[in-house]
């Protein structure tokens, strides 16, 4: 089934940014979202060729702003058929003793409440119209806890909850809930964790061959294009080097 609306969070860069470029080669038409307009408005150029492109500009962590933002797509972009909960962040590797609550809030803020914020303004739509399809990018953090990862691995434990929790109150609406859980994915995630030391965060894929963007978007398209009966529930994805959380076998 093509022309089908999709809202993707985080779609300035990695995974949200591929996924993007990947579903306009497939017909689907896209909302992309994201806090850098600038970057919105340079993909939604490259794609608009492609397929039907609208953009919102918003921070998850800001739930008016979030509203404001869904409440203002027109009438053509507002039944929205699949949610795909992308945005997220790690900010620090500290141990809990000496966590930042800066950090500490920044994830829950962004991980947790944004993906609640963006799922409340969607999910409503899908109910009425007894359709539709969420997918929430966890983490093996969400699976398996690793040392100094406390804070950002509840919030990955706290995502995969909420996806089970959707799964549940979702079903007699035939909305299908996915949760796509990767290891190792070389984007701007370790940039960020590591507060843009590049030395450190290229330490972390060193010696492997990391995910990319691209093969989760591989795995969203594969998803969304599965036949109607079949949901894939709950998926997790390592490059062939990791084993789990903590175990990658380095060149």
Request: with cysteine; aromatic share 6%; hydrophobic share 40%.
């Amino acid at each position: 089934m093509t022309g089908r609306i999709v809202l993707i969070t985080g779609a300035t860069s990695g995974i949200g940014e591929a996924t993007a470029r990947l579903l306009a080669h497939h017909n689907f038409k896209l909302i992309i979202c994201g806090r850098r307009q600038e970057r919105l408005e340079k993909l939604q150029a490259e794609l608009s060729p492609l397929t039907a492109v609208t953009t919102l500009s918003f921070d998850v962590r800001n739930q008016p702003d979030v509203k404001r933002a869904i409440d203002s797509l027109p009438v053509g972009w507002k039944a929205i058929d699949v949610l795909i909960n992308n945005a997220g962040n790690a900010h620090g590797l500290d141990p809990i003793q000496s966590g930042s609550l800066e950090d500490w809030e920044a994830m829950i803020d962004i991980n947790v409440k944004g993906l609640l914020y963006v799922s409340r303004e969607v999910i409503p739509g899908m109910t009425a119209r007894k359709a539709g399809h969420i997918i929430n990018l966890g983490s093996i953090a969400g699976k398996e806890v690793y040392p100094n990862g406390n804070v950002y691995c509840a919030s990955k434990f706290a995502v995969d909850a909420l996806t089970k929790g959707m799964r549940l109150d979702l079903n007699p609406f035939n909305i299908k809930v996915t949760s796509i859980n990767p290891g190792l994915v070389e984007t701007e995630f370790s940039l960020v964790r590591f507060k843009g030391n590049e030395e450190k965060s290229a330490q972390v894929y060193k010696g492997i061959e990391p995910l990319k963007g691209e093969d989760i978007a591989n795995i969203i398209l594969f998803t969304l294009t599965c036949a109607p009966h079949v949901v894939l529930a709950d998926i997790t994805v390592f490059p062939s080097a990791q084993a789990s959380s903590t175990l990658v076998k380095r060149s």
